[in-house]
């Protein structure tokens, strides 16, 4: 008997290929094919990244692709030593697929590759069906709308080569999961209300049970059935609204729990108590003097509840945020690009994954990781960048396991230059 064992990792990678062909071949004879141009660098509501990206199409065909790639090198120096020295880093491609099915429905999906291929990755594939402006449906795999960053993430959006600590490592980057929900805008003068809310599954216990020895919700993202079942047999709800003028920008509250852990058996026994997770995240983003200036931020608040008789490194608590000032300085024509622009910016961002005090002597726990990055970038145009960056950050020292302990923090600081395009 012959079995056949499905991998859909291979299957990916052949669809892949398949769009990266039919691409290639517009280039050659670009009279069936028209390019969607848009400037990513403009910013628009967060909830609309998904499809405010560049896409190819091809004549009269309701299907439209597209895709971006992000590749950088980087050296980098921690206590006066260099462990990996100067190193070249191809960090993912992603590939978009959207299409028109019928009148107000459309299907949307990326796929990404992350480390030369090792990781292939569904990142969304879901189907809308629109009603009205204010009541449309969502399903399938979906990002999950908790902050900003999540649904925005594109490389080429961004003057920093490296994602933000907080949007990567207190909400785990690219949070997406099976599920279903609604979202719609409401326009009124020079103002848009917004919202989306959604029902999918969610976190496992990685979050408390992992190698990092430390709450991580990026660890209890990483349940390769996630997108089959829920850990914890009941869904995870996010939901998040925003709030966009016209003139002063956008203000977004977004709000995630889940019961992570496997509480019952399949025949129903109750084995331990239920332990939630919990995030409540502000973002904001606003551009100024005709968008010369953009200012981007989030924070975030982690909640969770323990198992009983966790240790201290693990904490109940986190927060995290960032803040992104970019402004230009020069735009005019540039070695043959009508609307070049040299841009300069800075972050600022942290993370405490360790809120709370020792229970035996009630002094602080030091569990933490603050940064600072100047940036340099170059548009030639909207949906390509070139930047530099150099990322100084001090981390609470984990020397010995003793990271806790309050130790002199440990100094890094890593020179980039990175390029990101759409295609």
Same mark, same amino acid.
């Given at each position: 008997?012959?079995?056949?064992?499905?991998?859909?990792?291979?299957?990916?990678?052949?669809?892949?290929?398949?769009?990266?062909?039919?691409?290639c071949?517009?280039?050659?004879?670009?009279?069936?094919?028209?390019?969607i141009?848009?400037?990513?660098?403009?910013?628009?509501?967060?909830?609309?990244?998904?499809?405010? %990206?560049?896409?190819?199409?091809?004549?009269?065909?309701?299907?439209?692709?597209?895709?971006?790639?992000?590749?950088?090198?980087?050296?980098?120096?921690?206590? !006066?030593?260099?462990?990996? !020295?100067?190193?070249?880093?191809?960090?993912?491609?992603?590939?978009? /697929?959207?299409?028109?099915?019928?009148k107000?429905? %459309?299907?949307?999906?990326?796929?990404?590759?992350?480390?030369?291929?090792?990781?292939?990755?569904?990142?969304?594939?879901?189907?809308?069906? *629109?009603?009205?402006?204010?009541?449309?449906?969502?399903?399938?795999?979906?990002?999950?709308?908790?902050?900003?960053?999540?649904?925005?993430?594109?490389?080429?959006?961004?003057?920093?080569?490296?994602?933000?600590?907080?949007?990567?490592?207190?909400?785990?980057?690219?949070?997406?999961?099976?599920g279903?929900?609604?979202?719609?805008?409401?326009?009124?003068?020079?103002?848009?209300?917004?919202?989306?809310?959604?029902?999918?599954?969610?976190?496992?216990?990685?979050?408390?049970?992992?190698?990092?020895g430390?709450?991580?919700?990026?660890?209890?993202?990483?349940?390769?059935?996630k997108?089959?079942?829920?850990?914890?047999?009941?869904?995870?709800?996010?939901?998040?609204?925003?709030?966009?003028?016209?003139?002063? !920008?956008?203000f977004?509250?977004?709000? /995630?729990?889940?019961?992570?852990? *496997?509480?019952?058996?399949?025949?129903? /026994?109750?084995?331990a108590? %239920?332990?939630?997770?919990?995030?409540?995240?502000?973002?904001?983003?606003?551009?100024?003097?005709?968008?010369r200036?953009?200012i981007?931020?989030?924070?975030?608040?982690?909640?969770?509840?323990?198992?009983?008789?966790?240790?201290?490194?693990?904490?109940s608590?986190?927060?995290?945020?960032?803040?992104?000032?970019?402004?230009?300085?020069?735009?005019?024509?540039?070695?043959?690009?009508n609307?070049?622009?040299?841009?300069? !910016?800075?972050?600022?961002?942290?993370?405490?994954?360790?809120?709370?005090?020792?229970?035996?002597?009630?002094?602080?726990?030091?569990?933490?990781?603050?940064?600072?990055?100047?940036?340099?970038?170059?548009?030639?145009?909207?949906?390509?960048? /070139?930047?530099f960056?150099?990322?100084?950050?001090?981390?609470?020292?984990?020397?010995?396991?003793?990271f806790?302990?309050?130790?002199?923090?440990?100094?890094?600081?890593?020179?980039?230059?990175?390029?990101?395009?759409?295609?």
């Amino acid at each position: 008997m012959k079995i056949f064992i499905f991998n859909y990792k291979k299957i990916v990678a052949v669809f892949f290929s398949a769009c990266f062909a039919i691409y290639c071949h517009a280039q050659k004879d670009s009279s069936l094919f028209k390019r969607i141009e848009i400037d990513t660098s403009k910013q628009k509501l967060n909830m609309d990244g998904v499809y405010n %990206k560049p896409f190819l199409t091809m004549g009269k065909m309701p299907v439209a692709m597209g895709g971006y790639m992000e590749a950088n090198t980087q050296y980098s120096v921690t206590q !006066g030593i260099s462990a990996d !020295g100067f190193a070249f880093q191809f960090q993912r491609v992603s590939m978009f /697929l959207e299409s028109s099915i019928a009148k107000n429905i %459309k299907f949307n999906s990326e796929i990404e590759y992350e480390n030369g291929g090792e990781d292939i990755e569904v990142e969304y594939a879901f189907m809308d069906m *629109e009603f009205n402006p204010l009541f449309n449906f969502r399903g399938g795999i979906v990002l999950n709308p908790i902050g900003s960053f999540n649904e925005n993430h594109d490389g080429p959006r961004w003057d920093f080569i490296d994602r933000p600590i907080s949007s990567t490592t207190i909400i785990p980057s690219t949070l997406s999961n099976a599920g279903f929900g609604f979202y719609g805008k409401y326009y009124y003068d020079n103002w848009i209300f917004a919202y989306e809310t959604y029902l999918t599954n969610g976190f496992d216990d990685g979050i408390v049970s992992n190698a990092d020895g430390q709450t991580s919700l990026a660890d209890g993202n990483q349940n390769p059935d996630k997108f089959d079942k829920s850990n914890s047999g009941l869904p995870m709800f996010t939901g998040k609204i925003a709030i966009r003028q016209r003139k002063y !920008g956008e203000f977004g509250i977004s709000y /995630l729990t889940d019961v992570y852990n *496997e509480w019952k058996t399949d025949d129903g /026994l109750i084995i331990a108590p %239920k332990l939630s997770a919990s995030v409540f995240a502000l973002d904001y983003s606003t551009s100024l003097l005709n968008d010369r200036l953009s200012i981007t931020t989030e924070a975030a608040k982690v909640w969770v509840q323990l198992p009983p008789n966790t240790v201290n490194t693990y904490g109940s608590q986190q927060d995290g945020a960032f803040i992104d000032i970019v402004g230009t300085v020069i735009k005019h024509k540039m070695f043959g690009w009508n609307n070049a622009k040299w841009e300069v !910016g800075v972050r600022l961002e942290y993370a405490n994954y360790n809120i709370g005090s020792f229970s035996e002597t009630g002094g602080p726990i030091y569990d933490y990781i603050w940064a600072i990055v100047p940036a340099i970038a170059f548009r030639p145009v909207g949906s390509t960048v /070139l930047r530099f960056n150099y990322v100084y950050s001090e981390q609470s020292d984990e020397a010995g396991g003793n990271f806790i302990l309050g130790n002199t923090p440990v100094k890094t600081g890593t020179m980039e230059f990175g390029i990101s395009t759409y295609f």
